[in-house]
């Protein structure tokens, strides 16, 4: 039995009755029977409906695709109405409190839970390839003192298809995999070099005695200690901060991957063209433009003015609103229960103050509940990174680091799935049809 919902549709033998649309074209009395599966119909199944013989046919129009599947998944289950969220079918809250990020980039990429060896041979291959080539830290070094992390790191990663040529070889499944294992091992390392960068500081390299988020912070944090050791509290935030990021369905980075992918291209460009759509302020760079908001408005008291002018139509109120989520983001209820677990370590950052007062009254206001705006991923997410020290620069290179295995998975899925080709859409053309050149002295 198959449910409807608002995000996207569960594929299955769907409710009673007849599974077709009847569609009678107007401009020439012609009935078509359109076939619905598990929810839509073909867009191809319209092009048959013409208005004279030597016409293309009619085409859907969606900009943004805001309605449109562009691919069938078994990755990540989202119900935007019902604020459900679920990796291979298990809820976001039992991975969060349960698993870690590692074992849930297994289960993204895999379809299963691993069984323990199955972990331990996963942990151990990830971990043995967490260093770059030494050549990419001087890469890196061509960059300005004050070049934006998430740039570096579209820039390195997308360099990292060069020192692995064979990466295009992506009908192989065994190269498939020590690519993904690649790209999960290499991110955290890239992006602490980035971080590095921008502080002036020596890069630190990957220590192998210690787990995927404290490593992490080892190569982020170790200064002249023999041996960096991570809070645990504070990595165990980060994990859960990882696995809450890890996946999200079609969303616009991931989306970006499929596309650049569908061209046969490496995994490390197809990564990149993710990162580049992430660094976006209305995407990944939500958190980080959270922060500066937060900062903006400076004292709880400012809030009722910020508000009015967000509903003014001055600006956006960021890290509220999705375009899948109608109801509250599950993540973001979890990352506001992790934020307690931080500050106990750190402190409790003012802005947490505004950041409660933000939401108490978009919660209550007519403005934002009309229009189904609830807090996101990113609204409390910036308020943990900043409390770990981070530059607010960092925090959309912190949703880059987890979401690699959601965007590694996506893209396995699609390399592997029959249905998919080179993504190409049309248009509708609106400009100037065959105008005869006009020379300099007469235009
Ligand atoms: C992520 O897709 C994913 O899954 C993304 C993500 C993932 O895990 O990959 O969940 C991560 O990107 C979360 C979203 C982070 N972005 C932000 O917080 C930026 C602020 N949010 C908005 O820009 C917006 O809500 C979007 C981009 C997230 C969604 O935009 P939609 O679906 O295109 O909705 P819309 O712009 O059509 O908005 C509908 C209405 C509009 O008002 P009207 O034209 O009807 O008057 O709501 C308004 C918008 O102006 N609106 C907001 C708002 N978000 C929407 N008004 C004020 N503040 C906001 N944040």
């Known amino acids: 039995m198959s449910t409807e919902t608002t995000s996207g549709q569960v594929s299955g033998n769907g409710a009673s009755g007849n599974?077709?649309?009847?569609?009678?074209?107007?401009?020439?009395?012609?009935?078509?029977?359109?076939?619905?599966?598990?929810?839509?119909?073909?867009?191809?199944?319209?092009?048959?409906?013409?208005?004279?013989?030597?016409?293309?046919?009619?085409?859907?129009?969606?900009?943004?695709?805001?309605?449109?599947?562009?691919?069938?998944?078994?990755?990540?289950?989202?119900?935007?109405?019902?604020?459900?969220?679920?990796?291979?079918?298990?809820?976001?809250?039992?991975l969060a409190e349960k698993s870690t990020y590692?074992?849930?980039?297994?289960?993204?990429?895999?379809?299963?839970?691993?069984?323990?060896?199955?972990?331990?041979?996963?942990?151990?291959?990830?971990t043995v390839h967490t260093f770059v080539h030494e050549n990419v830290k001087s890469f890196m070094q061509g960059f300005r003192h004050?070049?934006?992390?998430?740039?570096?790191?579209?820039?390195?990663?997308?360099?990292?298809?060069?020192?692995?040529?064979?990466?295009?070889d992506i009908k192989d499944p065994i190269n498939r995999n020590i690519q993904t294992i690649r790209l999960l091992a290499k991110m955290p390392t890239l992006a602490a070099f980035a971080y590095r960068h921008g502080m002036g500081q020596p890069y630190v390299y990957p220590d192998n005695d210690l787990d995927y988020p404290g490593n992490f912070l080892n190569m982020m944090y170790k200064m002249t200690e023999l041996k960096y050791q991570p809070d645990p509290r504070l990595a165990r935030a980060?994990?859960?901060?990882?696995?809450?990021?890890?996946?999200?369905?079609?969303?616009?980075?991931t989306s970006a991957v499929r596309s650049v992918g569908s061209s046969q291209v490496d995994p490390y460009s197809a990564v990149t063209a993710g990162i580049a759509a992430l660094y976006g302020p209305l995407h990944g760079g939500a958190n980080e433009a959270v922060l500066r908001m937060l900062q903006r408005i400076g004292s709880k008291d400012k809030v009722r003015e910020f508000i009015d002018g967000v509903k003014a139509g001055n600006e956006k109120l960021m890290g509220f609103g999705h375009r899948v989520y109608k109801n509250f983001d599950p993540r973001a209820t979890i990352i506001k229960k992790a934020v307690d677990d931080v500050f106990e370590v750190t402190g409790v950052n003012p802005l947490l103050e505004i950041a409660l007062e933000l939401e108490k009254i978009a919660l209550e206001d007519e403005y934002f509940v009309s229009r189904k705006l609830y807090p996101n991923v990113d609204f409390y997410s910036g308020l943990i990174y900043e409390a770990l020290g981070l530059p607010t620069s960092m925090f959309p290179v912190m949703f880059a680091i987890p979401r690699t295995s959601g965007w590694v998975a996506q893209w396995l899925e699609m390399v592997q799935d029959p249905e998919q080709k080179i993504a190409r859409p049309r248009q509708i053309y609106t400009g100037d049809r065959t105008r005869d050149y006009v020379g300099m002295g007469s235009r």
């Open 102 to 126: 590692v074992e849930v980039a297994y289960l993204l990429i895999h379809g299963e839970l691993p069984t323990q060896p199955q972990l331990d041979k996963w942990v151990h291959d990830i």
């Open 238 to 253: 980060l994990d859960i901060l990882f696995i809450l990021h890890a996946d999200h369905e079609q969303n616009c980075s």
């Open 146 to 168: 004050d070049a934006h992390p998430m740039g570096m790191l579209c820039g390195s990663v997308g360099a990292l298809s060069t020192f692995y040529p064979d990466a295009n």
């Open 19 to 94: 599974q077709s649309l009847t569609v009678t074209d107007n401009r020439t009395g012609k009935t078509f029977e359109l076939p619905i599966t598990d929810g839509t119909v073909k867009a191809m199944d319209f092009r048959q409906m013409k208005a004279a013989d030597d016409d293309f046919g009619l085409m859907t129009y969606d900009p943004a695709f805001t309605n449109t599947a562009s691919c069938r998944s078994a990755v990540t289950f989202i119900d935007g109405d019902a604020g459900i969220l679920e990796y291979r079918g298990y809820p976001i809250e039992q």
